[in-house]
């Protein structure tokens, strides 16, 4: 059970995270604190005048600062600091105990002198303590929760005792009362100047144990905000690899990826025209960031659309569309992804040119069909991979674009399939002629296509 407010290994990522999350709690026990102090302090306006209202403001504005001071606690940077200000939260835990306990057992100043002490125990505010105790709970630390209740327990039993050496007051053992008629066990009873110690341990173990039961809920709402976070921090870095839809299925275990299944899906092969006779003029920094670039104008567009973004293969993009999770209307967005990363592209050779760097042209390849989608290779190196003659066809559709000079070579039923479900893309779509033969390199049977022209002047159907 971990102590205090701090995380071991604080410099990793997680352990940031969770101060974030422990500092927020702070923050808001602080603002409710506030709240709730502010609620009685009305309250005692009803109940209370003179010096006895003042006395009762005034331990309310302590436990407000000593709040102010447990948030603060929280807030250092400094290293060399952070196990004295652990030390310093749970010295003003208790002093908050002892504070409460002292504006409920000490007589307010204008109480009356004939006024028992003892009758303080009686007047049930020893709900206070179990009031300020909750607080605890928002400390994400059960190690303070559990400390706040032995705080407030033995600032109970103690205020008990003190009342017992004041005045008039005493008490009763069991022994005492089986020797007593039961007029004499109601007198003693109902003696203002009574004290019942048996009454006051059971309500200092009563404020011990649920102390101890805030402590487990908060090392249970501990570890599942761990988990949160490093599910967090896994998707984010797992997004910064795979698209969100596949990044969050791997987050979640991949228990679907590990069987094959067979989908309907469209698939796009993207790839740099020349890019080998590109590289040769580039540093391989300059390759590098050529790439990245490419890649990042490729998978805005990819992510914009709704797509997975399968894989890079040196310059060339592979992503699909209803792959991983069923997606209306698939055909129609993988077009929509084709185009804008043409125009991308265009755009992006245009701003090369003005700088006096070589043109970029790009080749896309989009078909649409069944496809197998599942993980491929062993426990130490698995790989999503999206299988299939709709696979293969793509890539050779891609592969014509420079035969043809083409931004976009996709196959017909594709195009059909992408104006039946999106009859916006109509002036896209007539831009596309269609190309002589009847079929595709490596595949047996017929598959039309379409090419549109490299350089087109069109815009992106989003």
């Not at 991949?254 to 899906?265: C, D, F, I, Q, R």
Request: charged share 20%; glycine share 10%; aromatic share 10%.
């Amino acid at each position: 059970m971990q102590f205090g407010l701090a995380m071991p290994h604080e410099g990793n990522a997680d352990a940031r995270a969770f101060s974030r999350e422990q500092k927020a709690g702070a923050l808001l026990a602080f603002r409710v604190r506030a709240l709730g102090c502010l609620v009685i302090g009305l309250t005692l306006m009803l109940r209370a005048s003179g010096e006895a209202l003042a006395f009762y403001l005034g331990m309310l504005g302590l436990l407000v600062l000593t709040g102010w001071l447990f948030y603060q606690t929280t807030r250092t940077r400094w290293s060399a600091w952070r196990r004295t200000m652990r030390w310093a939260r749970f010295a003003l835990v208790a002093a908050d105990m002892a504070i409460i306990t002292a504006a409920l057992i000490a007589p307010a100043p204008g109480t009356p002198e004939a006024w028992p002490h003892a009758m303080q125990l009686r007047l049930g505010n020893v709900g206070f303590l179990f009031l300020f105790l909750a607080f605890s709970g928002l400390s994400y630390s059960p190690g303070l929760a559990l400390w706040a209740g032995f705080a407030a327990g033995g600032a109970w039993l103690l205020g008990v005792i003190w009342i017992l050496g004041e005045g008039e007051s005493f008490t009763r053992g069991a022994g005492d009362f089986a020797a007593m008629e039961i007029d004499g066990i109601i007198a003693t009873l109902l003696d203002p100047n009574y004290v019942s110690v048996i009454s006051a341990a059971q309500e200092a173990l009563l404020l011990l144990l649920v102390g101890a039961v805030i402590a487990s809920a908060v090392w249970r709402g501990r570890r599942q905000a761990l988990r949160q976070i490093g599910a967090a921090r896994e998707r984010a870095t797992l997004a910064r690899y795979f698209s969100p839809d596949l990044a969050a299925e791997l987050t979640q275990g991949a228990a679907g990826l590990e069987e094959l299944k067979v989908s309907e899906a469209t698939i796009l092969f993207a790839d740099i025209f020349g890019f080998t006779r590109l590289a040769e003029a580039m540093t391989p920094e300059e390759t590098i960031a050529f790439l990245r670039e490419f890649h990042a104008l490729a998978t805005a567009e990819v992510f914009a659309n709704r797509g997975t973004l399968n894989k890079f293969i040196g310059d060339e993009v592979m992503a699909s569309f209803g792959a991983i999770h069923p997606m209306e209307r698939a055909p129609a967005a993988a077009l929509a992804c084709a185009a804008g990363i043409a125009r991308r592209v265009y755009d992006w050779s245009e701003a090369r040119v003005a700088r006096g760097l070589p043109p970029v042209q790009v080749g896309i390849g989009v078909h649409f069909g069944k496809v197998v989608v599942g993980n491929i290779g062993d426990s130490r190196c698995l790989e999503l991979a999206v299988l299939g003659d709709v696979v293969n066809i793509a890539s050779r559709l891609q592969e014509r674009t420079r035969e043809e000079n083409a931004a976009i070579v996709a196959s017909v039923d594709l195009l059909e399939a992408a104006g039946r479900d999106v009859p916006e893309l109509a002036p896209l779509l007539a831009a596309f002629a269609p190309l002589p033969g009847e079929s595709v390199r490596g595949k047996l049977g017929a598959v039309r296509c379409a090419a549109l022209p490299g350089g087109a002047d069109f815009f992106p159907v989003h």
